[in-house]
């Protein structure tokens, strides 16, 4: 395929080579007139081959994509610039003013001519155009400032200001401010490492009561686990409590453990599920060791010969109670030897020939408490060589030597005479109303 020579598509190397100028020395890559070497090689072997025209277009949409701020510097650019670099320097050397001014001025020109395309370069590409709205605002803010001062006055106005100020009383004055200064950072200190000790003391107590909690679910899991623990030994397939010597030993020892590890309201919570249960009760049994039943439906209970499926003995010791709900609560038999028991909602509990000594009772509520059995004439205290009568009330009473009685609620007649009949002087003295009718049966 030939191309025709009238073809208004294609130049002749000769009508390119008319229609191009003569190059300037700085000339700029925005020329569409100015072809790279790639170009011009690409137009020679496209003329001299018979290429299709689509060829020609393809090289010439590749040329589009070089950057066309490209600066080409002419060797004749180069060597006036060495030239105007020397004038000057023989100017310096020969102290030549005209000479020195002359090649200045022709370096300086032409260095920033070279350098013009560059330094546009860098502005656009490293600075965005917002950057360079801030840098023209600042800019101009500080010449507006410095032109406020100029023109009206005020720079002028502060100078003579500054002539007349004594500046050996305001170097005291600084030093007093200074003072003052290193004040108020120490007191800055002091109150930041007061907020700090503030803010650790809120974080430590905020921790103490997630460990509470923590504590308290724990507790109550394993509360629970005694309880279904205590049923499954206590209780067979029909739901009789027929517990066997073996059985109430592991019961009395499960329960003994966990009144080591909890606190006195998981103690008070235990005992009222035990009392309710009638597991703290002396219960009548029959020659096979069986719980008998009364006419009620209700388990026979034998307070002299009966058995009870827990024995609290020593458990509760020197236990703290204090504020606890004990209401109906079976404690007879038991040693709660310097107890305390301040607090204690006592009501309709039975604490007969329950060891009270050195026990601490005050501000509890007694109202319907069992201290004895039979009368409060005939009644005394539990006895380590009598056995007790229940009919008559001797040896069925409730140890209350050294008990503190201070502030007591709801207090019967009937248990006051025998808290002072058989307290001693230390009970005596702390029990309401006092007991000066009421003779001292202990002695002292």
Not at 58 to 74: A, C, F, G, H, W
Not at 127 to 134: A, H, V
Not at 140 to 157: H, P, T, Y
Not at 173 to 181: D, M, Y
Request: proline share 3%; charged share 20%; with cysteine.
């Amino acid at each position: 395929m030939t191309i025709e020579p009238n073809s208004h598509n294609l130049q002749t190397p000769e009508s390119s080579g008319k229609k191009e100028l003569q190059p300037d020395d700085f000339d700029g890559g925005t020329s569409e007139n100015n072809l790279t070497l790639k170009a011009q090689t690409a137009q020679q072997s496209f003329l001299q081959s018979p290429q299709n025209t689509n060829a020609l277009e393809k090289d010439r949409s590749d040329l589009e994509l070089y950057p066309t701020n490209q600066v080409t510097i002419k060797p004749r650019a180069l060597l006036i610039t060495l030239i105007a670099i020397a004038l000057t320097v023989i100017g310096v050397a020969l102290n030549n003013w005209v000479i020195g001014i002359f090649g200045t001025l022709i370096t300086l020109v032409l260095s920033l001519a070279i350098l013009w395309p560059w330094l546009q370069y860098v502005v656009f590409e490293w600075f965005s155009s917002e950057n360079r709205t801030l840098f023209v605002a600042f800019l101009g803010l500080l010449v507006a400032m410095i032109g406020l001062l100029k023109f009206s006055g005020l720079g002028d106005r502060l100078l003579t200001w500054e002539n007349k100020i004594n500046w050996d009383a305001s170097g005291a004055i600084a030093g007093w401010f200074g003072a003052v200064g290193q004040i108020l950072v120490a007191i800055i200190a002091v109150f930041v490492a007061w907020r700090q000790y503030v803010i650790s003391k809120d974080l430590t107590i905020q921790q103490n009561l997630l460990t509470v909690q923590q504590n308290i679910i724990t507790q109550q899991q394993t509360i629970d686990s005694y309880f279904q623990n205590i049923c499954d030994i206590v209780l067979d397939d029909q739901g009789l409590l027929e517990d066997s010597p073996q059985e109430r030993i592991i019961a009395q020892g499960r329960t003994a453990a966990i009144f080591s590890s909890i606190d006195g309201y998981g103690k008070a919570k235990i005992l009222r599920f035990l009392s309710r249960c009638q597991l703290l009760t002396p219960l009548k049994r029959d020659k096979f060791d069986r719980v008998m039943v009364g006419q009620n439906d209700d388990y026979d209970q034998d307070r002299f010969k009966g058995v009870r499926v827990i024995e609290l003995g020593i458990m509760l010791a020197g236990a703290d109670l204090s504020g606890t709900d004990l209401r109906q609560v079976d404690l007879s038999e038991a040693n709660l030897i310097r107890a305390n028991l301040s607090g204690c909602d006592l009501v309709k509990a039975n604490l007969s020939r329950t060891i009270l000594y050195d026990a601490n009772l005050s501000n509890t509520d007694l109202n319907g408490v069992r201290l004895f059995y039979g009368s409060v004439e005939k009644a005394s205290p539990r006895s380590r060589t009598e056995p007790p009568n229940y009919e008559t009330g001797e040896s069925t009473g409730a140890v209350v030597e050294n008990a503190d009685f201070n502030y007591v609620q709801r207090m019967s007649e009937a248990n006051r005479y025998y808290c002072c009949a058989w307290g001693g002087e230390k009970t005596r003295a702390t029990i309401p109303d006092g007991c000066k009718d009421i003779p001292n049966q202990l002695g002292r």
